[in-house]
């Protein structure tokens, strides 16, 4: 079997995707130092960005992420 496709990604190539600063938002919700949120996820946006991982499962990866800034153990 052939296939035959096209794979476009236009997120900050084409389309302007300016910080909108919700990750210095959640580190100040969850009372974390700055940084925090962002630090956590680098692996989920890098697994993101090449398709290791799928878009329900960044959304689950974030979400996780939130729970444990909760914990007392952060």
């Known amino acids: ?38 630090r956590r996820l680098t692996d989920v946006w890098a697994a993101g960005e090449v398709g290791a991982i799928t878009e329900n499962e960044v959304h689950e990866q974030v979400a996780a992420s939130q729970q444990r800034g909760r914990s007392p153990a952060t």
Do not use: F, S
């Open 1 to 38: 079997m052939n296939a035959r496709c096209l794979i476009l990604d236009i997120g900050g190539v084409l389309e302007l995707t300016p910080r909108t600063g919700w990750l210095a938002r959640w580190d100040e919700h969850l009372g974390l130092p700055p940084g925090t949120a962002d």
